[in-house]
């Protein structure tokens, strides 16, 4: 009998799954897996890990989200209203980019506590995903435990007409086995399951089992149990606090058949909905904001009336002199990968237009007439650039830095890093550093050997920084212009005092604990098996700090729980935050290319627009990552010199 497990939060479901993305799909195949869905709480922050985990690891990833449904509508902020879950699967990539917008509109329209989608957000973008009635926290087991069953099922009917086949009832039965857990829940999950089998045979809609999986192996549960914990901010031993069953780790084959084995069908309808699943690819090549030329330089509808495939074909697939450098095949998937002869025009565009601003800007470092090494270097760089494709990034950047300083009066800093390399970055303004000089190296910076997209640090002043990013929204759009989120993680220190506080124990104890752990590094003298320093980490320090090893080991039950559990947690994630410097430029409305979330600015106070993709991965899926620094010292310079010459 087969199965596939089709909820599932991992640890992106904040401190409520405890799933590392890295080992569900091993956990997958141990257990005889071939497919598994994500379906974190309202969010796709772990998407693109997880397909990657996936398939790195021969596993069919579906990607999910269990969403919140607001009441009534999205845009409504009642106190005391209670949005319902909702799990939604990816069918296709039309499902995936329609997910992306359900999820990115419930934080941008409906935050409100949570991010909240409603049934005219599900009317609008159902197409291409799978839907399931969720847990006892979805809409349809809320009314039938509230026994109000001709709304559940007119409930039922709506989604029923609105996802047609692709629409399922979902089972779930947790029943505790342990006293410390929630031993409510299987007797309101019998009383459901009773009645959604019951619509299920009146209406012809087929049913599904789900274990409402938050960690991988079931003696994970414990550790699982005190993470819950620390996000109620509640002690571990309150009478009142959230409990789980401790039944909701991936289970096998077997085990859900022990559960479910009267009801065949509902694990054979798993496998049913894993094989609708088509594989479908969500890497992109890099998709480049359009930066605006003036038309009386050229349009691409010019371009295309001029120059012919074959002539971009010879420009795009020849080194700058003109000479064969690639086979035809190789040349064929270069321009496949630049995104086919359509996309080459507006590149080639681009590419003139930089050329021009290149060598205007040269005429003001370099004295007339320029010497063949400089020009040799110009052609060069231009010709790897435009072959690349990316011109258009250059572009958005030397005019993001002359608007700074020509329009905003923001102080740009010089440049540094591989950028300083570039002798087109100096000709257009976007370092101060010339590489000639120099003898700096453009291979560092941009190589088509090592295929990577450029990056450029960019350092403003920090009070004017906030002005630049303005200035960009208000040119490529408000929807096209996001911060990169990040996640910060439970430190090592950090986890032994949010596991030592939940568990009551005395802060001087949990401090003088966490004393011996080194800071940053072992002493000298201590090195792993390969001879290198080991990392910090509770796992290391038990092994290497006789302390710590003692008392994991000791006679005190509340200590050794302590640091065993805080071991599991170590490295949970346990919040989001706003990039620093990372900020997004789009082609076009960038929940086309990515879910996005607000963040609340820990500065500002303010809720900002961020990818749910962070740095790592954000540019996998096509977009163009580019750093605003916002400096003090800049500042401090600005102000020195302004008084200077008052």
Known sequence: MGFTHLHLHSEYSLLDGACRISEIPKRAKECGHTAVALTDHGVMYGAVEFYNACKSAGIKPIIGCEVYVAERSRFDKL????????VLLCKDMTGYKNLIKIVSKAYTEGFYGRPRTDRSELEKY???????SACLGGEIPRLITDERYDEAEEAILWHKNLFGDDYYLELQLHKATVERANHEAYEMQCKVNEKLIEFSQKHNIPIICTNDVHFVNEEDAEAHDRLITINSRQDFDSPDRMLYSKQEWMKT?????????DIPEAMANTVEICDKVEFYTIDSAPIMPNFAIPEEFGTEEGYRQTITHQQLFDEFTQDEKGNVVLSQEEAEKKIKKLGGYDKLYRIKLEGDYLRKLAYDGAKKCYPEPFTQELTDRIDFELHIMKTMGFPGYFLIVQDFIRAAREELDVSVGPG??????????????ITQIGPIKYDLLFERFLNPDRI?????DTDFDDAGRGKVLDWVSDKYGHTQVAHIITYGT???KSAIADVGRVQRIPLPRVNEIKSYIPDRSFPDNIKDEKGKSPKVNLKNCYKYVDELRMLLNGDEPQIRNMLTYAAQLEDTIRQVGVHACGVIIGADDLTKFAPLSTVEDRESGKRVLVTEYDGHVVESVGLIKMDFLGLKTLTIIKECLQNIYK
């Open 79 to 86: 106190a005391g209203s209670k949005p319902n879950h909702l």
């Open 126 to 132: 159902h197409e291409g995903l799978i839907c399931a």
């Open 253 to 261: 084959k077997a085990e859900m058949a022990e559960m479910f084995g």
């Open 416 to 429: 540094r890093g591989s950028a300083a390399g570039s002798a087109v970055a100096y000709c257009l303004g």
């Open 452 to 456: 990577s997209l450029p990056d450029i």
């Open 490 to 492: 439970m430190a090592t």
